[in-house]
């Protein structure tokens, strides 16, 4: 059996910077050990420990989908010790990661029903998968509309822009994307995400909200999600903890009884009112 | 299954008996403490001992352990060895509060989604001698609040209780009897049998210090913002003693530790007593004050684990309240809960 503490030697194939300020990378690794690749099936929502020998690991939610076969890929901001070290690597280096790790979006309730999905700023990186997983040409039927939200600070920040793109011109997603403020050729919306999801204003009818931000969005954005009459089982976010183990064994993330690491960090809002407020 | 008797001062003899064989960890004096150590051709076991300073946890979880290698290529730091060898051994002489806490953290290390392969390693690989309280070693023991007792054959391959001259050997597991050659061929009778329940029946009458540990769970549950913790945490120095000495506290730090061309991930025991235990890269830190990280450590023990695991997280040791340098006693703290 797998050693759960023992990465799977990765190899950095891809660096992209996506934003102005070059502070947030994408890295797509590919695995050493071809069937390996196998062995990390992984689900939209689930996160990795990305570990690089001699400084340590950091936990990193998934970005790329399980339809994007040959690679994964995660999207790191520059933090503390791990993530920069992660930034200041070049395309080849050897490291690991370990997972797949937490459960996911849950894809099953989702089946069937629209899908609303709220980001901001870096937070975007599952929701990301989620939705390049549900436009896959293997599962889009299995989903209802799909209405995106998705904020930065400025153009300049947002992340994924060829995808964003490439969304924005296919007919089965509602894309809307927005920035706080806009620069001289920013053509598409201004204002904050809380203002734009009013302004969408998504049916609650058979529908799940998929929301990830800052906290400031979060506090502002849920709100509206209840006014549009959104119960609590079906407003779902993505916790954050300091992490270590990532397999609940270490104790560092427990949010109650539930660590973070093992049985989140997906919640449903009425999940957390059981839990306590520690997070 | 299989019960003999052998004569008291035989026990050291077959400790050192055992130590020719395999690795044998036993309690041993070091200066004023008494500690569970491999022990060594010159070492004298010391089983008129009162509780070992230090819980016997380390023998499965040990203080700092490589969870593996790793050696600098050109091209990065490459994984180069898992490091993860048991050799056969036997925990001799732990007391019953002890063994019990191991049951506690096979239901962490060893549950059914991840599995702890170090921890289980050595634990598979051990055989557990229990040494049974005929006296409690201490007015601070209360193992029979919760779900403990002196005489008790709970997470032991072999009980071993002093019933006067002898002690009555009994094999509790397969893994104990496969020890059965080294204790002789004195059979016990029904004689040594009522005299050691009789033995048992007064040390858990003997056990004085008493705590409500099953009544505050449904409590806890309820009152995670009862200003009641804001009362007991005021003189904790944050120091982590309780939860270093605490047989079931099971957290855990990794880091890694690098040379030029090799290094080593290591684990070392943490504590939700440290300020930084949860504090994020953003600075964010969920537990912002002792008040916090003492409800933690409290919930812990008598709620977060009840929810998980169905078992209360304390074996009644009381470590934590002989060596708290500031005297918070979760006795007390139990205790007062049940009151709210
Ligand atoms: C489930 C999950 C998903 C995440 N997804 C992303 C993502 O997609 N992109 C991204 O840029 N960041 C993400 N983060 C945050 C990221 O883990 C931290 O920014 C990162 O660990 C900082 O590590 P560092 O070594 O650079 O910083 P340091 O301050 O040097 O951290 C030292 C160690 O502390 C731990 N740690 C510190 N802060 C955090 C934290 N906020 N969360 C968890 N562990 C922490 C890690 O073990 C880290 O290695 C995620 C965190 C979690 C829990
Ligand atoms: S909480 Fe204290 S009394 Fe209970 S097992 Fe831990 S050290 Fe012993
Ligand atoms: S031993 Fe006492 S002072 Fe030290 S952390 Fe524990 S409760 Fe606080
Ligand atoms: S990270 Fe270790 S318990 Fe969650």
């Not at chain 1, 990305?50 to 994007?68: M, R, V």
């Not at chain 1, 427990?254 to 660590?259: C, E, I, R």
């Not at chain 2, 913002?225 to 957290?251: E, M, Q, S, V």
């Not at chain 2, 504090?279 to 009840?306: C, D, L, V």
């Amino acid at each position: 059996m797998q050693n759960p503490y023992i990465p799977y030697p990765v190899v950095v194939d891809k660096i992209i910077t996506e934003v102005d300020t070059k502070d947030i990378k994408t890295f797509r690794f590919k695995f050493v050990n071809p069937e390996d690749e196998a062995k990390y099936a992984y689900i939209p929502g689930q996160f990795g420990e990305l570990s690089i020998y001699g400084k340590g690991e950091s936990p990193i939610g998934i970005a790329s989908s399980p339809t994007q076969k040959g690679y994964i890929e995660f999207t790191v901001q520059k933090a503390g010790v791990v993530t920069t070290a992660l930034h200041e690597m070049e395309e080849g280096t050897l490291m690991g990661i370990r997972g797949p790790l937490g459960n996911s979006w849950p894809l099953e309730y989702l089946e069937g029903k629209n899908i609303v999905i709220v980001g901001g700023g870096f937070a975007f990186t599952t929701l990301r998968s989620m939705i390049n997983y549900a436009l896959h040409e293997d599962n889009r039927k299995r989903f209802g509309n799909i209405t995106v939200v998705y904020g930065a600070r400025n153009p300049g920040l947002l992340l994924y822009k060829e995808e964003l793109e490439a969304w924005s011109k296919r007919s089965d997603i509602n894309l809307n994307v927005t920035v706080d403020k806009g620069d001289a050729t920013w053509k598409g919306r201004e204002g904050f995400v809380p203002a734009v999801c009013k302004d969408v204003a998504p049916s609650k009818d058979n529908a799940v909200a998929l929301i990830c931000g800052p906290p400031v969005m979060i506090r502002f954005t849920l709100p509206v999600f209840f006014e549009l009459g959104f119960s609590k089982e079906n407003i779902i976010t993505s916790l954050e903890m300091r992490m270590k183990c990532g397999i609940g064994k270490c104790g560092r993330c427990n949010v109650g009884s539930k660590y973070v690491c093992k049985d989140g960090p997906v919640f449903s809002l009425a999940q957390l009112d059981e839990l306590t407020p520690e997070y | 299954m299989e019960k003999r008797l052998i004569k008291k001062d035989a026990l050291a003899g077959i400790a050192k008996k055992m130590a020719g064989d395999v690795l044998v960890w036993a309690p041993v004096k070091q200066e004023d403490n008494v500690l569970f150590k491999p022990l060594r051709a010159d070492d004298e076991p010391f089983f008129a001992y009162l509780n070992s300073k230090n819980a016997p946890k380390n023998v499965f979880f040990p203080h700092t352990e490589t969870l593996m290698k790793y050696t600098r290529t050109e091209k990065g730091m490459v994984f180069s060895e898992e490091v993860n060898d048991a050799p056969q051994s036997v925990l001799f002489g732990v007391r019953p509060c002890d063994a019990h806490s191991f049951v506690l953290l096979d239901k962490l290390f060893d549950q059914e989604k991840y599995k702890d392969g170090y921890y289980i390693a050595k634990r598979r690989n051990t055989t557990v001698i229990t040494l049974a309280c005929v006296k409690p070693p201490y007015t601070s023991c209360f193992c029979t609040s919760v779900d403990g007792e002196p005489v008790s054959s709970d997470g032991a391959d072999i009980l071993l209780t002093d019933i006067g001259g002898d002690y009555l050997v009994e094999f509790v597991t397969e893994k104990g009897e496969k020890l059965a050659k080294y204790f002789g061929d004195t059979q016990a009778d029904a004689a040594a049998d009522a005299k050691k329940n009789e033995i048992a029946a007064k040390a858990k009458e003997a056990i004085a210090s008493k705590i409500p540990a099953h009544e505050v769970k449904p409590i806890l549950d309820k009152n995670f913002d009862n200003p009641f913790w804001d009362t007991i945490h005021r003189k904790c120095l944050a120091c982590g003693t309780c939860t270093y000495l605490c047989p079931t506290c099971h957290c855990f730090d990794i880091s890694d530790e690098v040379t030029e061309v090799e290094g080593v991930r290591i684990r070392s025991w943490d504590s939700c007593m440290f300020p930084l235990f949860t504090k994020e890269t953003s600075g964010h830190n969920p537990r912002t004050s002792q008040k916090e990280r003492w409800r933690q450590r409290a919930m812990h023990k008598f709620k977060y684990y009840i929810d998980m695991f169905n078992a209360i997280a304390c074996v009644g040791c009381g470590r934590c309240v002989m060596y708290c340098p500031v005297n918070i006693d979760i006795r007390k703290i139990v205790t007062d809960i049940s009151k709210l």
